[in-house]
């Protein structure tokens, strides 16, 4: 069975501390790696990762994909409240995504 | 674009009345998928769409559950009779083209309390 593990599953840090969210998947026919961000409502896209090794990035957001690990991390640096939410990762598949229960990540001034 | 439309955002019913979600994509997607999330099991994908066909409706919990695409631009998810264990927010989401390749665009989602 399809299956993405996300860990930790939740995360307190203060505002400037470095964070690093973990997923790793199980999924066949896996084609890409999505990360969301949920707030109070839908969860607004990421990022999309198909190649092992290449970092993509934006702001103090980055993330990476490990095809041989099975896994990828998303990165958020220099953390700000704006940025407390449930992080969500999903694998592709040939026509649906599969999503982890998600890192809930509180950030305090 | 408005982006992907659900209404109603919350609904409250009594234990075994009829519930009827809505969902309006974004125009031009070709793909709808519908999702249910709850603390305990996450996103769950309940079924979607292709060019207004389901294709996938093994996430769909019991008969209780159906869902239609009548047109390119509407989707209804309804729940008859519904029961307390339905609790919980669900999900409309629209792509133009086969998932992997594209990004879900979701909805703001129906909160629903079944009591």
């Known amino acids: 069975e399809d299956k993405v593990v996300q860990s930790p599953l939740s995360l307190v840090v203060h505002e400037g501390d470095t964070v690093t969210l973990n997923c790793s998947y199980e999924?066949?026919?896996?084609?890409?790696l999505l990360w969301y961000k949920q707030e109070k409502k839908a969860p607004t896209f990421l990022f999309m990762l198909?190649?092992?090794?290449i970092e993509k990035k934006s702001g103090r957001l980055s993330s990476i994909l490990d095809k041989k690990e099975l896994s990828s991390i998303l990165n958020i640096t220099a953390t700000q409240t704006g940025d407390s939410a449930i992080y969500l990762c999903?694998?592709?598949?040939?026509?649906?995504?599969?999503f982890g229960t998600g890192t809930l990540l509180a950030v305090q001034p | 674009d408005a982006g992907v439309i659900q209404s109603p955002r919350h609904e409250v019913t009594e234990m075994g009345q009829e519930v009827t979600l809505r969902c309006k994509p974004i125009?031009?997607?070709?793909?709808l998928f519908w999702y249910r999330q709850t603390m305990m099991r996450g996103l769950e994908l309940l079924i979607y769409f292709n060019n207004n066909v389901p294709i996938d409706d093994s996430g769909m919990p019991e008969d209780r559950f159906s869902a239609k695409m009548p047109n390119a631009s509407f989707s209804t998810l309804k729940i008859q009779p519904s029961e307390p264990r339905d609790s919980a927010v669900y999900f409309c989401?629209?792509?133009?083209?086969?998932?992997?390749?594209?990004?879900?665009?979701f909805g703001a989602g129906t909160r629903l309390s079944v009591l």
């Open positions: 125009s031009g997607h070709d793909y």
């Open positions: 999903a694998g592709g598949a040939t026509n649906k995504l599969i």
């Open positions: 999924v066949t026919n896996f084609r890409s």
């Open positions: 198909t190649s092992s090794g």
């Open positions: 989401a629209s792509t133009p083209r086969l998932v992997a390749k594209n990004i879900q665009y």
